[in-house]
């Protein structure tokens, strides 16, 4: 699945900082196992795109916030 994050437009938030570009999804599963997947930055800096990620809907007991 691709999963996207967008910052909302005009409020000056940006992803990370120049010296710290580490961007990241972390996926916890429901027997508490990281996944951390990473992600690319667009070009104007709003919107962090992951490609390939489990986010483990089909198992029992997993909850989307």
Known sequence: ????????E???LQFGTAA????QLTVQDVSGHLTRCPG???EDGTTLSFADVDLH???????LL
Not at 20 to 23: H, S
Not at 57 to 63: D, R, S
């Open 40 to 42: 690319s930055l667009s």
């Open 1 to 8: 699945m691709s999963v996207r994050a967008a910052l909302p």
């Open 57 to 63: 809907l089909h198992l029992p007991g997993t909850m």
């Open 10 to 12: 005009g409020r000056g």
């Open 20 to 23: 710290l570009a580490d961007y």
